[in-house]
Every structure is written in C-alpha cells, then in structure tokens.
C-alpha cells in the first residue's frame, strides 16, 4: 500500500520561512515527476512546484525564487522549501508522485498518489 506522508506545516509570520517533507511509503519516487500542490479556503487546488526524474524543477510564478523543491532518494522523501513566506500562501500543501502522463507536469488529475496534506498559514 502506498503512502505519503507529510510534515513540516504549521503558523509563522510574513517574511518566515518552513520545510515541508513528504515521505513515501510502499513507493519507491522513481516516476518521471513529482509535484506539490496547495488550496486555499474557498479556492480551487493549485500547482506550485515539480521536480523532474533529471533534476529539472519548475515553479509557479506566485511562488518562483521563494520556494524550492528538492528530493533525498535516501529518505525516499520529497521537499518543499518555502521561504520569506506571504499571508497569501496559507493553504493546505499536498505532494503528489507517479505522474501518468508523458507531457507536463502539473495537472492534479494526472498524478496518482497524494499525500494527506498539511497546513500552512502565514500571518501578517
């Protein structure tokens, strides 16, 4: 049975910074891309990061130069940096692994695992 769990959510002030991680179980992160996503309040599910099999990462634009996604194949665990964090990044985190299609990589519906999610909120 597969599972991702993650961590590392919680409340900080503008301009704070958090490490969220996403540890798989049962699953080996050897798909060609792996994501994190976040959904605010009364918003739809958005994606914010993807890390490619050959290292390449890309960003939202809402979140570019902030935040960073990272892997640790020895902790078969996935990371999400985010630093000098803003009100409006308060949402609930998700990662996402074993991307189904062949082009892209940053529609939800494509990736087949998810982990629980975790809240971030970001105070002013």
């Known amino acids: 049975q597969v599972r991702l769990v993650e961590s590392g959510g919680g409340s900080v002030q503008a301009g704070g910074a958090l490490r969220l991680s996403c540890a798989a179980f049962g699953y080996t992160y050897s798909t060609r891309c792996m994501g994190w996503f976040r959904q605010a309040p009364g918003k739809e599910r958005e994606w914010v990061a993807a890390l490619y099999s050959g290292g390449i990462t890309l960003y939202a634009d809402s979140v570019k130069g902030r935040f960073t996604i990272s892997q640790d194949n020895a902790k078969n665990t996935l990371y999400l940096q985010m630093n000098s964090l803003k009100p409006e990044d308060t949402a609930i985190y998700y990662c996402?692994?074993?991307?189904?299609?062949?082009?892209?990589?940053?529609?939800?519906?494509?990736?087949?695992?998810w982990g629980q999610g975790t809240q971030v909120t970001v105070s002013s």
């Open positions: 996402a692994t074993d991307y189904r299609s062949s082009v892209g990589c940053s529609a939800a519906a494509d990736f087949r695992y």
